[in-house]
Nanobody, 119 residues
Framework: QVQLVESGGGLVQAGGSLRLSCAAS????????MRWYRQAPGKQRELVAI???????NYADSVKGRFTISRDNAKNLVYLQMNSLKPEDTAVYYC?????????????WGQGTQVTVSS
């Protein structure tokens, strides 16, 4: 079983910054892509950013130029640096990873961390 634990959420004023972290642990061969999603109240969960095992990244249009995803493969960590935060960035942020196990590739989710941006 693989566990993902997020940290780093909190309350910040508009224009401020936060850095989210997600640590993966458990028995696995490797981790493929890692992603950050978010879900605001009353809205569907949306993909914010993705990073492949090779370091290629992609972002939602709404966060391009403000958010940066990165990872530490040796420590099974993924980060989301969020700058110039806006009130519309307020949401629960979830980490997700595709882990390669003996039985194949499986997707896992963290429990989420709340990010609140005040105007």
């Amino acid at each position: 079983q693989v566990q993902l634990v997020e940290s780093g959420g909190g309350l910040v004023q508009a224009g401020g910054s936060l850095r989210l972290s997600c640590a993966a642990s458990g028995i696995m061969i490797s981790i493929d892509s890692m992603r950050w999603y978010r879900q605001a109240p009353g809205k569907q969960r949306e993909l914010v950013a993705i990073i492949t095992s090779g370091g290629s990244t992609n972002y939602a249009d709404s966060v391009k130029g403000r958010f940066t995803i990165s990872r530490d493969n040796a420590k099974n960590l993924v980060y989301l640096q969020m700058n110039s935060l806006k009130p519309e960035d307020t949401a629960v942020y979830y980490c997700s990873a595709n882990a390669l196990l003996q039985i194949g590739l499986r997707a896992y989710w963290g429990q989420g961390t709340q990010v609140t941006v005040s105007s």
